[in-house]
């Protein structure tokens, strides 16, 4: 099995798709890991080759018993990339993984050709931070498949749901393959998280997508948060928002084709423009 030392952790990963296509290196979300893109990677696997990696603290990766931060694990990302001899790669990350890329693309542009920051934010406002905290706490006192139960109904529609019966099913077997001491952690982490003071440093070309009815990491946020659109507004050169219309906050779940054509319909449309890839996006509409 594929494995990278990294600092004092050692990584496994996985490199799949046609050799000749641009890189994607995905960032998975703080339960399901990697495993957060099974939905879209064939589609995605059409176009790029996909970097999948289990962070440290998750699946077959090092879990040390450490608290964790969004910059570690971008800092980590960049170390894998130096170790597999990648200088630079587009980058995709959802949910927390979504916060993941934009410290990534902040701390390492140089690295970065374009990001896709899905179901994102720079900082949690109250609601956000007593949701997590309640994740925090409901992992530590319920059995693991009733919380895997609430996670789902806050993340899919009532209408994903009954049409969709075995995603309950689906979900526990994703998420009861990582560590619940680094889920615990991942909501500690998203808690504290502030990255507002990275945001001027992104000089690369971010997509931040959302879902329109997503209650977990919505495009907008109350004054104490710092949202996806207010990043868009902060760097408008670089960056802008794209809502995925009546769905939560599992896009690559619930509308998985119209995500692959949205991030595919970005990166190659930044790929193709100007060399620094500043101010060059695809039609999304």
């Not at 494995?3 to 890189?23: H, M, Q, S």
């Not at 009861?176 to 998203?190: E, F, G, I, K």
């Not at 209650?215 to 809502?243: C, D, F, N, W």
Request: charged fraction near 20%; glycine fraction near 8%; charge should be negative.
């Amino acid at each position: 099995m594929p494995f990278a030392d990294v600092g004092d952790v050692r990584l496994y990963y996985e490199l799949t798709g046609p050799v000749d296509k641009p890189i994607i290196l995905q960032f998975g979300g703080s339960l399901f890991g990697r495993q957060n893109f099974d939905f879209v990677n064939d589609g995605m696997r059409e176009n790029f080759r996909l970097l999948s990696f289990d962070a440290s603290g998750y699946g077959r990766s090092t879990q040390p018993l450490t608290s964790y931060s969004m910059e570690n694990w971008a800092n980590e990302a960049a170390g894998l990339l130096d170790a597999l001899g990648i200088e630079r790669a587009l980058t995709h990350g959802t949910s927390m993984g979504g916060m993941i890329a934009i410290a990534f693309t902040a701390l390492h542009g140089d690295k970065t050709i374009a990001s896709v920051a899905d179901c994102g934010m720079a900082r949690c406002d109250t609601y956000r931070r007593i949701l997590f905290r309640n994740w925090r706490q409901q992992c530590e006192a319920l059995p693991m498949d009733d919380f895997v139960d609430l996670l789902t109904i806050q993340a899919v529609g009532a209408k994903y749901v009954e049409e969709h019966p075995d995603i309950f099913d689906a979900v526990k077997r994703i998420v009861n393959a990582n560590s619940p001491y680094t889920v615990r952690q991942a909501c500690l982490a998203m808690e504290h998280m502030d990255l507002e003071p990275l945001v001027k440093d992104i000089a690369r070309p971010l997509l931040l997508t959302n879902g329109s009815t997503d209650i977990m990491t919505p495009a907008e946020l109350a004054p104490s948060g710092y949202s996806a659109k207010q990043i868009a507004e902060a760097v408008p050169e670089y960056a802008r928002l794209h809502e995925f219309p009546d769905i939560g906050h599992a896009d690559l779940l619930e509308v998985p084709d119209e995500a692959v054509r949205v991030v595919t319909a970005f990166f190659h449309e930044v790929l193709a423009g100007e060399p620094d890839g500043a101010g060059v996006y695809a039609d999304l509409a």
